[in-house]
């Protein structure tokens, strides 16, 4: 069975830039979580959604950062202007059933962006 | 401020030691999960424990939830090479209106020498 599909794996680009981020979610699951990994803060929660409704976008930094759901099988992590503190590693993970812990998070492999 | 905390933060054994890595907290959870990840991959779900006091096994790894379900510990027995990675737990807290967030620790990285 395919797992949670994030694209692109890596991405450098120059501070001031759009990066879009995307993530393609296991078929049939009803949450999607954005995080965000670096060595200091640890993984963080930036937003998620459960059945495409944005429920807590408390963890998102700054208006800089937008995300979207359109449907249940896309998602859409957006960083406009991108600055290079934002350099860090995004995962996207899903998960099943009706409330937060009662089961697993199935994380993607991440993109590993780099803002310079 | 770190609400979960994990200790310690680097470990370095090796092969066929035991080692014993924390999870605290001062806040009690619902249930507790602990994840394994390594490099370039998502981490992976290993446990969930909900019962204070609860012992969960799986195969060398042992993992306890604290009777108060403030913290919890992961312990492996004979620990081999492919056991190296960063360990993560994640405790649900359940706020007002059955608000549910899952709080996770900043891991603790393990790697075992042959």
């Known amino acids: 069975d395919a797992g949670v599909i994030q694209s692109p794996r890596h991405e450098v680009t120059e501070m001031g830039q759009e990066v879009t981020l995307r993530c393609k979610p296991i078929s049939g699951h009803d949450y999607l979580f954005w995080y965000r990994q670096t060595m200091m803060r640890g993984l963080e929660l930036l937003i998620y959604f459960n059945n495409n409704v944005p429920i807590d976008d408390s963890g998102m930094p700054e208006d800089r950062f937008s995300a979207k759901m359109p449907n249940a099988s896309f998602s859409t992590l957006k960083i406009q202007p991108s600055e290079p503190r934002d350099s860090a590693v995004y995962f996207c993970?899903?998960?099943?059933?009706?409330?937060?812990?009662?089961?697993?998070?199935?994380f993607g492999d991440g993109t590993r962006l780099s803002i310079l | 401020t770190q609400l979960l905390e994990q200790s310690p933060q680097f470990l370095s054994i090796q092969e066929g030691e035991n080692l014993t890595v924390y999870c605290n907290s001062s806040s009690v959870f619902s249930s507790l999960q602990w994840y394994r990840q390594e490099p370039g991959e998502g981490p992976v779900l290993l446990v969930t424990?909900?019962?204070g006091g609860e012992v969960k096994k799986l195969k060398r790894l042992t993992f306890q939830f604290g009777d108060a379900r403030k913290d919890s510990s992961l312990h492996i027995t004979a620990a081999q090479p492919g056991d190296t990675g960063l360990y993560l737990c994640a405790g649900v807290l359940v706020g007002a209106g059955n608000n549910r967030k899952l709080i996770w620790g900043l891991g603790t990285s393990l790697a075992v020498n042959p």
């Open positions: 993970a899903s998960s099943l059933g009706q409330t937060i812990g009662n089961q697993p998070q199935h």
């Open positions: 424990v909900v019962t």
